[in-house]
């Protein structure tokens, strides 16, 4: 069993940058599989960025070069950096984790999910 709490959303201006966390819960989460996406009014939760054990990461297209996903496994906690922010980039965003798919985009790929933390970026 894992928990994920995320922290680190808010309001910034276009151009902008965020870093949101998400601390994991639980003796194994180190060896869980990783993952944020997010989710817009209106639209389906999609995925953002995915990271396995050894550190290998994938991001959807239209993040890549923006926004970048790392882990520490000592604190059990996962990041994300998001730089050049854009009003498009504005949804809640969560943590997933699973202990067997590896760089999956998938929501139905993760087994555990945090609650969400908005982050809103205005023109």
């Known amino acids: 069993q894992v928990q994920l709490v995320e922290s680190g959303g808010r309001l910034v201006q276009a151009g902008g940058s965020l870093r949101l966390s998400c601390a994991a819960s639980g003796r194994t989460a180190s060896t869980y599989q990783m993952a944020w996406f997010r989710q817009a009014p209106g639209k389906e939760r999609e995925f953002v960025a995915a990271?396995?054990?050894?550190?290998?990461?994938y991001y959807v297209t239209s993040v890549r070069g923006r926004f970048t996903i790392s882990r520490d496994n000592a604190k059990n906690t996962l990041y994300l950096q998001l730089n050049s922010l854009k009003p498009g980039d504005t949804a809640v965003y969560y943590c997933?984790?699973?202990?067997?798919?590896?760089?999956?985009?998938?929501?139905?790929?993760?087994?555990?999910w945090g609650q969400g933390t908005q982050g809103t970026v205005s023109s």
């Open positions: 990271i396995n054990c050894s550190g290998d990461k």
């Open positions: 997933a984790a699973d202990p067997t798919i590896a760089l999956a985009t998938s929501p139905a790929s993760y087994r555990y």
